[in-house]
């Protein structure tokens, strides 16, 4: 059958769009150092829906 992972690391890979999702609630929480690598790995996805959204917060968080 089919085999699922509770993991979040196994959601984001299925849906890279969670890495944004992640990055927001970091951001939120002060994790800036969390925020960054969940934007690089959702960058790192091949995605391109929100790769130019992503490219600059991740310039802003590089800058704080």
Same mark, same amino acid.
């Given at each position: 059958? /089919?085999? +699922? ?6 959601? @984001? %890979? #299925?849906?890279?769009? !969670?890495h944004? *999702?992640?990055?927001? /609630?970091l +951001? ?6 969390? @925020? %960054? #690598?969940?934007?690089? !790995?959702?960058? *790192? ?20």
């Amino acid at each position: 059958g /089919v085999q +699922t992972c509770a993991l979040p690391i196994c959601s @984001a %890979r #299925a849906y890279p769009v !969670a890495h944004m *999702a992640a990055a927001d /609630v970091l +951001t939120h929480q002060g994790s800036l150092i969390e @925020a %960054r #690598a969940a934007l690089q !790995a959702y960058l *790192a996805s091949g995605e391109k829906d929100y790769h130019r959204p992503a490219e600059n917060w991740l310039k802003l968080l590089n800058l704080q």
